[in-house]
């Protein structure tokens, strides 16, 4: 099951449900699905083979400062530890934020992520 654990007074993902390699985010970005929406880009890739889910977060200095990367990428984790437990299959998920992304609300970004998630078919209703 996808938990954020606290750690040191922090909130982060539990390292095995995080993507570490670089190439894991090049596999699933270049062979994976994608659907684009307004303050996000998620990509998808079945894998059988996984144990679980795997994340990754992707945030370009063109959308903040380190502050600002940091808040939208643990609202990022927040939002996949809350639904990915009901979803089905084992999958490489990159998400990946957009230079509009600080202005959304967490109910926005949340809102966007389970809109793009749905139309990839990653989340059922």
């Known amino acids: 099951m996808l938990t954020i654990r606290a750690n040191k007074g922090t909130m982060r993902l539990q390292r095995k449900f995080s993507m570490t390699r670089h190439a894991e985010f090049t596999r699933t970005r270049n062979h994976g699905k ?14 059988i083979e996984l144990p679980h889910h795997k994340l990754g977060v992707i945030v370009t200095r063109k959308v903040g400062n380190a502050v600002t990367r940091n808040l939208l990428r643990r609202r990022i ?5 809350k639904h ?10 990159v998400t990946v934020l957009r230079w509009r992304a600080p202005e959304a ?3 926005e970004l949340e809102t966007d992520w389970l809109k793009q998630a749905r139309r990839l078919g990653i989340l059922v209703a």
Do not use: M, N
């Open 34 to 47: 994608a659907k684009a929406g307004r303050f996000l880009v998620l990509s998808y890739l079945e894998d």
């Open 105 to 107: 609300t967490f109910s």
């Open 77 to 81: 984790h927040a939002i996949c530890a």
């Open 84 to 93: 990915l437990p009901s979803a089905d299959g084992k999958k490489y998920l």
